[in-house]
């Protein structure tokens, strides 16, 4: 039997939005939270809206929000019951998760074990095959041998994609159209790998080539019980990062959804999966699902499930990992309703897409009904080039995704922010897109249409 944790407070191992998204969440539970921060994040506003704040370093990753060690000092020193990850940093950190749990602090995400296995993507692509998850045929990790390379590329066949097996976000991920390039491309990505993750395990796999990205949003007690929230369609991405999310996935077949759901269901639960996590898909129709990988954690545009479900994940992520029962935390029965569509506003060149760090020298977010901000900032805040340019993520909630394009359109043009540039011009041209508007999405469609505006 798992022992329920009492806790009364929260290191928030993260900055920014993020951090301020659970912030609010355990103020609204009753509990004390504790915020960390670099010296590039001294005046950012989560710090003013946690309990206690605590400073954990330079601005450089490596040295604060990476630094396991400073983390868990002050985890001791403030005497935390829990510790929420975030996403991104340390939250698929296998290793670090051992850490809180073995300095007596819950962790909130999912087990260590599960987090080593499913982060390492030729893992965990064994483990989902073995428990009957659909999906296209990879090679094994290979090597610096490009004789290797080349035998199981021709095995697999071309167009083929080059993937790091430890890594995520769509780094290091090259195409290969031909055996031609296998000779620059295999030494480009395992140098990218090594920098990104430290590590320079590869894989091959079948490029499909015009997917649609499906995931489908998990919870899950300790006890067997796992839930799918429904899903969200991230298709629209330039160079495989994620630009717009939608919730519900438009134009697919809601009985092929929900069979995808119940399967994985099914597979998590004989995988013992618990607390929170996303199965990411790719779904073409003549292929239907094949998986991708899992993520581990929150994922930063779990708001427009929220949205559509009225479920806050963030309390449920909470509640399930100090050992509550799923049926407790969730209604008998979560219905859809509406439709919602997520930007994310990036301080970055709308042409060039290079990042755009600065002071906000103006910083007015929409205030409209049916629109969320989530944000790290506020007017006089700079955005530090330290760390991923994201500046804010507008949701907007609509009965009709028609409506929901709409009024996030509308939203975008109110917000206002000057000193640095954003992808807002970028972002208001793909919500103008027929294509776009008819949910003709793939992960391709960026890529048309900034082809399109280059004529």
Same mark, same amino acid.
């Given at each position: ?234 298709? &629209? ?95 008998? &029965? ?122």
């Amino acid at each position: 039997m798992v022992a329920t944790v009492n806790v009364k407070r929260i290191l928030v191992a993260n900055r920014g939005a993020i951090a301020r998204r659970v912030i609010r969440a355990i103020r609204e539970m009753g509990l004390e939270s504790v915020a960390v921060y670099s010296e590039a994040d001294k005046d950012l506003p989560y710090l003013q809206e946690a309990d206690f704040a605590e400073c954990i370093g330079p601005p450089t990753p490596l040295q604060s929000y990476l630094n396991q060690q400073i983390i868990l000092k002050v985890a001791r020193d403030y005497e935390v019951d829990a510790l929420h990850p975030g996403y991104g940093f340390l939250s698929e950190n296998a290793d670090f998760a051992r850490a809180v749990q073995k300095a007596g602090v819950c962790f909130i995400g999912p087990s260590p074990d599960l987090i080593q296995m499913l982060g390492h993507k030729t893992q965990a692509r064994d483990a989902m095959r073995a428990a009957g998850m659909p999906m296209v045929d990879s090679s094994d990790v290979l090597g610096d041998d490009l004789a290797e390379v080349h035998a199981a590329a021709e095995r697999l066949g071309f167009p083929l994609l080059i993937k790091p097996a430890s890594g995520g976000g769509g780094i290091g991920m090259l195409p290969l159209f031909s055996a031609n390039q296998i000779a620059t491309e295999w030494p480009r990505a395992r140098s990218i790998s090594e920098r990104s993750f430290g590590r320079t395990d590869l894989y091959l796999e079948p490029f499909i080539q015009a997917p649609r990205h499906i995931e489908f949003q998990f919870l899950a007690d300790k006890y067997g019980g796992v839930r799918c929230i429904y899903e969200r369609d991230c298709s &629209t991405q330039r160079r495989h990062q994620k630009v717009l999310e939608e919730a519900p996935a438009p134009a697919l077949d809601r009985d092929c959804v929900a069979a995808m759901a119940a399967q994985l269901e099914k597979i998590l639960a004989a995988l013992r999966y618990d607390v929170i996590g996303t199965v990411e898909m790719l779904y073409t129709p003549d292929r239907g699902f094949s998986f991708l990988e899992v993520n581990t954690r929150l994922q930063v545009e779990h708001a427009v499930t929220e949205e559509v479900t009225g479920i806050d994940l963030v309390k449920a992520q909470i509640r399930l990992a100090t050992g509550e029962q799923i049926d407790d935390v969730l209604p008998k &029965t979560i219905s859809l309703g509406g439709h919602a569509l997520e930007a994310r506003i990036y301080a970055e060149d709308p042409v060039r897409f290079i990042p755009s760090p600065g002071v906000l020298k103006e910083f007015v977010p929409p205030s409209m009904e049916a629109v969320r901000v989530e944000t790290g900032y506020q007017q006089g805040s700079r955005i530090s080039s330290y760390y991923d340019p994201l500046v804010a993520k507008v949701i907007a909630k609509a009965e009709t995704r028609d409506a929901a394009i709409q009024i996030l359109s509308a939203a975008l043009q109110a917000f206002t922010i000057s000193g640095v540039k954003t992808n807002i011009p970028f972002i208001q041209r793909v919500l103008a897109d027929k294509d776009f508007g008819r949910a003709v999405v793939s992960t391709e469609i960026v890529q048309r249409i900034l082809a399109d505006s280059a004529k």
